[in-house]
């Protein structure tokens, strides 16, 4: 069954120092998958500080712990010096003075690596997100700026007598296009409600022939072009 499996599968022998510390571990047995998901060929009855004399003395702890304290372990961990993740699974086998430990594991390097790319990528479209956001802020206070004085001026010309039906035409034109740019801008700058889709919808009564003048002023340079 373990020569079969696709898992890679090892026994390894806890090797201990003067104070009964976890200081190295031997192979004693591998099936063929070990060698395709670490890399490592031969290494029955070689100690793992022979593959790698820097390997991290996390791992060799960890296993040391199973074989001293027969604790079942399920964990996910790197390896520099294999430059792989790996899914492992420990138990201890034998007689407790045996300080054996049976290793199931799984490289996952490529699927750790595509969900912290996804993560990445994830965490750079809320930065993008949120650099839009304060834009937009920013934006919509920048062209508050020229409107109060727009503002200002039509107030100034309704002020100045007047009977020329065009001053006056343009005049009204120029104060309703600045409250709905202003209408906009205040619209724009609720950037909670829009990032959260609430838009309240205000109703109120209207005359049609507003939104009728409303319209051909918005045509009218193009109607004016076309000569329509």
Sequence with gaps: ??????????????????????VDYRFLEVNPAFEIHTGMHSATGKRVLE??????????????????????????????????WFDVYAFRIGLPGDRKVAVIFTNITERTNAEQALRESAQTM?????????????????????LAPISNAVNLLRLQKNDEPVLQQATNIIDRQVRQLTHLVDELLEI????????????????VSDIIERAVETLHPLVTQRRH
């Design 192 to 207: 909670s409600r829009i990032n959260t889709g609430i838009v309240q919808l205000r109703q109120e009564p209207t005359e």
């Design 126 to 146: 809320i930065e993008l997100d949120r650099r839009k956001d304060e834009f937009l802020a920013m934006l919509c206070h920048e062209l508050r700026n020229p």
């Design 1 to 22: 069954l373990f020569n079969s499996m696709d898992e890679g599968y090892c026994v390894i022998e806890i090797i201990l120092d003067e104070n009964a510390k976890p």
């Design 51 to 84: 593959f790698f004399p820097h390997f991290e003395s996390s791992w060799i702890e960890q296993y040391g712990r199973v074989a001293l304290k027969d604790e079942s372990i399920r964990f996910a961990n790197y390896s520099k010096e294999l430059q792989r």
